[in-house]
């Protein structure tokens, strides 16, 4: 391997747990059908635990779950394709991808279809992408330029090309390889929750590296398979490290001593308790079949957790019958020990399920009978599997073979097996035979688009076919038989209808998006679907019109970006369970039922939805979650919306017709209003006065009548944001006499300097704990003395205000201050900055970086780039070419350079000029 993935100068913590391998940073409308999907699927078949957003909701800004994932995941995989600078969402994850690198995190870029020099040097599409986020964010430049830089530092790592030179599966097979490679030559020694024996091992390691020699050393690690422990190189064959030749040491991990052993064993066989008399012999019988082995161990004591001691005697006397070494036998009591619809479940599981959350698991378990929501938690407790973050179900690696390898020796025939899951495997089986009634499921995710052609009666004879996960297969004909027993069915981009002899009455699951399904067909007038609880639809062109369906149990349903659906049907508004409905990027849609009752709807996303006039009353009193952002042609919200008193999110930007908003907001759970871009809203709503509104959002809009209401809101306002605001001296004027006790973020950029100076600058008494101040754009002409009593005020933001001419003395905590493009700004004002920021900078207790206020909270569309966590760093912007010789520096100039000596008085440097 020529290189290994990025990573930051400063690692994590040894003990450090990720919740994910990996993290992918793509653009959606790009790669999320193709390239990212396989990739996505090739790395949860390798048993990596891989975050994808198909569910997050998407904004302004990353929301907190993304962030969460970002900084949970040990490697990030960007993949830069045409369009993915056009997206601020990427970019936005892009930077805190480069953020969490300082900390010890990877990163792998991929770059498809483009050229890396194109990334680096934002050319070509990168280059009009990014004149086209500078047009969109011309009041926050600084943005753009973090953006620039993120892009320029992530194209110089060592990333991988994909030129469309051959097949994109030999690519990703390449991916899977390289990172592979990587990870285990640098995962860091833990085990799980209850590291016992690492540290002796890992010292023995250490001694073997020698870092202090100066030479080029390689130890490769083997030995015990379910250590959870792997640094540089590890495997269980050790013939493997022999290609490597002499210049790698080996080590062999050895099994725990007894001490060891029986610490581990009793975390989970007596959970930490003292140790009873009367198990200790068959405690150290335990030890002794277990050979010191911790996966084993772990296993066998969650087993017998809990049991009397007439059980362990049985099961110790299984053990005696598994030859010494023999990891699957040992693994196996457990599963045999299990009730036969646990033994079900862990297969399926196994097989099928690993990485997909658990709730929806439970669901299509529960319709094959077997009791899931206590069998689960059954196998928890025995340490079969694992529930992450997020409800992901996960096992272990040995665990997973171990199952699979039950299900393999069930029958040297392929279709007498209860369950086929390899690629080749279902192509032989569903391209040569007709099948068994023994087949329970089948997942045939292919590595790279095929196109076959099933044999004439595929799927006849599987009556008990439960679950058919097909992915990046395309067939040449269409099937004849479905059976009627399916609980799950996934097929993508499937290119014609259903059998219409197949009936889901059955179906629990139904993803099959982009395809060319007929819901008309497939869901038949008066036919009742009580076992379905989800649908994605997502991008199925066929569907004009979503039609009646008896589904009183549907939970989530997905037809985001259907672009020819125009209609749904009355029946969906009383479907009383759904709680997630995606309606994004439906271009043509027009009608929705007159009346909705949906009592259990959580969230709801209309995004895009540009044709909608007007949105009606969802009858939905659990709504959290309301998008509504592009909805260009929207004129009226219902009265009913403004009484959801659990809604947490609504977004309404850039609905430019907007003109009726819900005459009294009682949302006393939302914590944020947004009308930016609402530029036909001409009136406020009045406020409910048990709202409690942390940060109102109204640039580029043009209210003009302002409810006395709003008063009651100034005092809990954190951020307050009236940039281009057209009517923002009736706004002031409104709110005249209030204190905004808590703002920390003022933006009132392109406002009326006379505007400004009076009801802002002159009273700095209404704003005690103003911390980030934006007049950006003002025509403003002097700053006035007063500014000297925002005592809290740390950064102020000057940019573009062309008639500014005078600057007084800042206040004393200013450490950032942006003049850039003040072409009037005079020399002395230039002068007073330079000194009052020398004087910060010479100052003993000065500190690189500083804590943000209390309480500070920026605002959407707005980041920091922190290489300290909740600090950021000082700067100073003027529009001066000079250095003035009242700044007190000596320094020689030529042209556009400047050097200067630095004593040894400066105890500190930070000095950077911009031309």
């Known amino acids: 391997m020529a290189s290994s993935i990025q990573q930051g100068d400063s690692f994590s913590s040894p003990t450090r747990r990720w919740d994910y391998d990996f993290f992918l940073s793509f653009r959606?409308?790009?790669?999320?059908?193709?390239?990212?999907?396989?990739?996505?699927?090739?790395?949860?078949?390798?048993?990596?635990?891989?975050?994808?957003?198909?569910?997050?909701?998407?904004?302004?800004?990353?929301?907190?779950?993304?962030?969460?994932?970002?900084?949970?995941?040990?490697?990030?995989?960007?993949?830069?394709s045409q369009n993915y600078a056009f997206s601020s969402w990427c970019l936005d994850e892009l930077v805190e991808i480069l953020n969490c690198k300082q900390n010890g995190q990877l990163v792998l870029p991929v770059f498809y279809k483009v050229d890396p020099s194109d990334v680096r040097k934002q050319k070509g599409n990168f280059e009009v992408a990014l004149a086209e986020q500078e047009n969109k964010f011309k009041d926050?430049?600084?943005?753009?330029?973090?953006?620039?830089?993120?892009?320029?530092?992530?194209?110089?790592?060592?990333?991988l090309p994909y030129k469309d030179s051959g097949p994109e599966y030999k690519f990703i097979q390449q991916i899977i390889e390289r990172i592979s490679y990587t990870k285990s030559n640098s995962i860091h020694l833990s085990d799980a929750n209850h590291p016992v024996g690492v540290n002796s091992r890992a010292e023995a390691i250490e001694s073997l590296l020698d870092i202090k020699a100066n030479?080029?050393?390689?130890?490769?690690?083997?030995?015990?398979?379910?250590?959870?422990?792997?640094?540089?190189?590890?495997?269980?064959?050790?013939?493997?490290?022999?290609?490597?030749?002499?210049?790698?040491?080996?080590?062999?991990?050895?099994?725990?001593?007894?001490?060891?052993?029986?610490?581990?064993?009793?975390?989970?066989?007596?959970?930490?308790?003292?140790?009873?008399?009367?198990?200790?012999?068959?405690?150290?019988?335990?030890?002794?079949?277990?050979?010191?082995?911790?996966?084993?161990?772990?296993?066998i004591g969650s087993h017998l957790y809990g049991k009397p001691s007439s059980e362990w005697k049985e099961a110790i006397q299984q053990y005696r019958n598994i030859p010494k070494g023999d990891i699957y036998k040992k693994l196996k009591v457990s599963y045999d020990g299990l009730e036969e619809t646990e033994k079900h479940i862990f297969l399926d599981i196994a097989c099928f399920f690993k990485g997909r959350n658990e709730d929806n698991v439970i669901n299509i378990l529960d319709a094959c009978k077997l009791y899931p929501k206590s069998g689960i938690p059954n196998l928890v407790n025995k340490c079969l599997i694992t529930i992450g973050d997020f409800g992901i179900l996960w096992m272990h690696d040995l665990v997973q073979q171990m199952g699979r390898e039950i299900v393999r020796q069930e029958s040297p025939v392929l279709k007498k097996r209860s369950r086929i899951w390899h690629y080749e495997d279902a192509l032989e089986v569903l391209t040569e035979s007709e099948g068994s009634d023994e087949i329970r499921g089948i997942m045939w995710h292919s590595p790279d688009p095929i196109t076959v052609q099933l044999h004439a009666k595929a799927f006849k004879n599987m009556e008990n076919l439960k679950f058919l996960m097909v992915h990046n297969v395309l067939i040449s004909e269409e099937i004849k038989y479905l059976p009627n027993q399916l609980k799950l069915l996934e097929w993508d981009e499937y290119p014609s209808s259903l059998p219409s002899n197949y009936c889901p009455q059955q179906l629990v699951e139904l993803g099959m998006p982009r395809s060319c399904?007929?819901?008309?067909?497939?869901?038949?007038?008066?036919?009742?679907?009580?076992?379905?609880?989800?649908?994605?639809?997502?991008?199925?062109?066929?569907?004009?019109?979503?039609?009646?369906?008896?589904?009183?149990n549907l939970e989530r349903l997905d037809i985001s970006f259907c672009e020819n659906l125009i209609e749904v049907h009355e029946a969906i508004g009383s479907l009383g369970k759904l709680k997630c409905w995606r309606l994004w990027g439906c271009k043509k849609l027009q009608i929705l039922p007159s009346s909705f009752k949906l009592k259990s709807l959580e969230r709801i996303n209309l995004d895009g939805c540009v044709s909608l006039e007007k949105l009606p009353d969802l009858g939905a009193p659990n709504l959290k979650s309301l998008h509504m952002m592009g909805c260009e042609n929207l004129i009226e919200v219902h009265e009913a919306i403004g009484s959801l008193d659990k809604l947490e999110e609504w977004a309404l930007d850039n609905c430019k017709k907007l003109q009726i908003l819900p005459s009294t907001l009682r949302l006393k759970s939302l914590p944020s209003i947004s009308l930016c871009g609402c530029v036909s809203l001409e009136k406020f709503p009045r406020i409910y006065r048990e709202m409690k509104c942390h940060s109102l959002y109204l640039h580029d809009s043009s209210i003009r009548e302002w409810h006395s209401s709003l008063k009651y809101q100034i005092s809990w306002l954190n951020c307050l944001n009236l940039a281009n605001c057209q009517n923002i001296g009736d706004f002031l004027v409104s709110i005249?006499?209030?204190?905004?006790?808590?703002?920390?973020?003022?933006?009132?950029?392109?406002?009326?300097?006379?505007?400004?100076?009076?009801?802002?600058?002159?009273?700095?008494?209404?704003?005690?704990?103003?911390?980030?101040?934006?007049?950006?754009?003002?025509?403003?002409?002097?700053?006035?003395?007063?500014?000297?009593?925002?005592?809290?005020?740390?950064?102020?933001?000057?940019?573009?205000?062309?008639?500014?001419?005078?600057?007084?003395?800042?206040?004393?905590?200013?450490?950032?201050?942006?003049?850039?493009?003040?072409?009037?700004?005079?020399?002395?004002?230039?002068?007073?900055?330079?000194?009052?920021?020398?004087?910060?900078?010479?100052?003993?207790?000065?500190?690189?970086?500083?804590?943000?206020?209390?309480?500070?909270?920026?605002?959407?569309?707005?980041?920091?780039?922190?290489?300290?966590?909740?600090?950021?760093?000082?700067?100073?912007?003027?529009?001066?070419?000079?250095?003035?010789?009242?700044?007190?520096?000596?320094?020689?100039?030529?042209?556009?350079?400047?050097?200067?000596?630095?004593?040894?008085?400066?105890?500190?440097l930070i000095v950077c000029f911009a031309f």
Not at 780 to 795: N, R
Request: proline share 5%; aromatic share 8%.
């Open 28 to 80: 959606g409308e790009d790669t999320r059908n193709g390239f990212t999907g396989h990739l996505y699927r090739a790395l949860v078949d390798n048993g990596f635990k891989t975050f994808i957003d198909d569910e997050l909701p998407r904004g302004e800004q990353i929301s907190a779950e993304l962030l969460k994932a970002i900084k949970s995941a040990r490697t990030s995989i960007i993949i830069f």
């Open 215 to 299: 030479d080029v050393r390689m130890v490769g690690i083997h030995g015990l398979g379910g250590i959870g422990s792997r640094v540089l190189i590890t495997t269980r064959d050790r013939h493997l490290l022999d290609y490597l030749g002499n210049i790698c040491i080996t080590y062999e991990v050895t099994e725990l001593n007894k001490c060891e052993a029986l610490e581990l064993f009793n975390q989970h066989a007596f959970k930490g308790k003292k140790l009873e008399e009367d198990y200790s012999e068959l405690v150290n019988q335990v030890i002794q079949y277990a050979n010191g082995l911790p996966l084993a161990l772990k296993i």
């Open 736 to 908: 005249s006499g209030c204190k905004f006790t808590n703002l920390s973020f003022l933006e009132v950029r392109d406002c009326d300097g006379h505007i400004l100076e009076s009801h802002i600058l002159m009273k700095p008494d209404s704003f005690p704990s103003l911390g980030f101040l934006i007049i950006d754009g003002c025509n403003i002409v002097t700053i006035p003395e007063s500014i000297i009593g925002f005592t809290t005020l740390e950064k102020l933001s000057m940019r573009n205000c062309k008639k500014l001419r005078e600057i007084p003395r800042l206040p004393q905590h200013i450490r950032s201050v942006n003049a850039a493009n003040c072409t009037s700004l005079d020399l002395l004002s230039s002068c007073r900055v330079l000194n009052q920021f020398q004087e910060i900078f010479m100052d003993p207790s000065f500190s690189d970086f500083w804590p943000l206020p209390p309480r500070f909270e920026l605002p959407k569309g707005y980041t920091l780039r922190r290489e300290i966590s909740d600090f950021w760093p000082p700067e100073l912007v003027l529009p001066r070419i000079e250095i003035p010789k009242e700044f007190k520096l000596n320094h020689r100039s030529d042209g556009n350079s400047v050097s200067f000596v630095v004593g040894r008085e400066f105890h500190k």
């Open 140 to 159: 926050n430049i600084e943005k753009v330029r973090r953006w620039r830089a993120a892009l320029n530092e992530a194209a110089n790592l060592s990333g």
């Open 517 to 552: 399904i007929r819901l008309e067909n497939l869901f038949k007038q008066g036919g009742q679907y009580n076992n379905l609880k989800s649908m994605d639809l997502e991008g199925c062109m066929s569907i004009r019109q979503l039609p009646g369906l008896c589904a009183p």
